[in-house]
């Protein structure tokens, strides 16, 4: 699982910061969370391609996470895209599309799907759950969490012992397919071990601090939290329904995370390093993100 920060900041870009967007690839996919301004150049910068994103999840309709889509969609036209593109997002989508649609883009050539979706499991299939959860912030919100999902470990000598011949039945039983072995069932549970637990990513979108964020985050692997303003301008942030960085590291903590990446940084700040410090007072596996970082699990 690779993820990228195309833009790292709040409403407002700054010299080093653009728009709101990440992109994680995994599972054969290239999956976007939000899409601000500038966020098909910072794709060029990133070598990600954008015919290869899938999946485009919107937290809000902010402009500083969906001014990006009209170009992107545009630019994905241009270059002969055919495959279907999914677009997920809070209640409002139909207006999204709508406004794209009165700007005067041409029909796209390719199949797009508004998906609009409110808390809950959006996609689950073998290998990924992807799923929204509602937040707290000045216009209906969705925090997003990507989590991995792992086939137990096959036990091999295990299943040498109880007769399976070496071969295709070690995928069926991997696979939860019972087999027949000398007129005997094989059970799939008999030669798997037990359940592995994936990563799980949780994206936080706008938000001011609060409970349903925290036990949507869970045990996640990775918490990407917005951090738009210091301690010292908590006044700024719940004026506009933001986090500080103490917000974001409390969540990070009473959410049993195991890391903390701060991200939507108000251009006000030159130099985060307060942020950061503020930050791993209370959660110390903490980095600030840069656009363009690359972060592996």
């Given at each position: 699982m690779e993820i990228t920060f195309l833009g790292t900041s709040s409403a407002v870009h700054s010299y080093t910061r653009s728009h709101a967007s990440i992109a994680l690839k995994a599972f054969g996919e290239t999956l976007l969370f939000d899409c601000g301004e500038g966020t098909q150049r910072q794709l060029i910068y990133a070598k990600i391609s954008p015919m290869k994103i899938s999946k485009i999840f919107i937290t809000h309709y902010h402009g500083d996470?969906?001014?990006?889509?009209?170009?992107?969609?545009?630019?994905?036209?241009?270059?002969?895209?055919?495959?279907?593109?999914?677009?997920?997002?809070?209640?409002?989508?139909?207006?999204?599309?709508?406004?794209?649609?009165?700007?005067?883009?041409?029909?796209?050539?390719?199949?797009?799907?508004?998906?609009?979706?409110?808390?809950?499991?959006?996609?689950?299939?073998?290998?990924?759950?992807?799923?929204?959860?509602?937040?707290?912030?000045?216009?209906?919100?969705?925090?997003?969490?990507?989590?991995?999902?792992?086939?137990?470990?096959?036990?091999?000598?295990?299943?040498?012992?109880?007769?399976?011949?070496?071969?295709?039945?070690?995928?069926?039983?991997?696979?939860?397919?019972?087999?027949?072995?000398?007129?005997?069932?094989?059970?799939?549970?008999?030669?798997?071990?037990?359940p592995r637990k994936g990563h799980k990513i949780t994206y936080s979108g706008d938000t001011r601090p609060c409970e349903e964020l925290i036990e949507f985050a869970k045990d996640s692997t990775l918490l990407i939290h917005e951090s738009t303003y210091k301690v010292e301008d908590k006044d700024k942030a719940d004026e506009h329904a933001h986090s500080t960085s103490v917000d974001a590291a409390k969540t990070a903590l009473y959410s049993n995370s195991k890391e903390l990446i701060l991200t939507h940084i108000s251009a006000r700040y030159t130099d985060v390093s307060d942020l950061l410090a503020e930050a791993k007072e209370i959660f110390e596996n903490t980095k600030i993100a840069e656009d363009l970082m690359k972060v592996e699990l």
């Open positions: 996470h969906i001014l990006g889509i009209p170009g992107l969609l545009q630019s994905m036209n241009f270059r002969g895209r055919e495959n279907k593109l999914y677009i997920y997002g809070p209640k409002g989508l139909d207006n999204l599309c709508q406004a794209i649609s009165n700007l005067g883009f041409p029909n796209f050539n390719f199949p797009i799907e508004w998906v609009e979706i409110d808390s809950g499991t959006i996609i689950e299939n073998d290998e990924y759950i992807i799923k929204a959860q509602r937040v707290k912030h000045n216009t209906p919100t969705l925090a997003y969490s990507v989590e991995e999902l792992k086939k137990p470990r096959f036990l091999r000598q295990k299943a040498i012992d109880l007769g399976v011949p070496v071969g295709p039945d070690f995928g069926k039983l991997h696979n939860g397919i019972p087999v027949e072995v000398d007129g005997r069932i094989i059970q799939p549970e008999q030669v798997l071990g037990p």
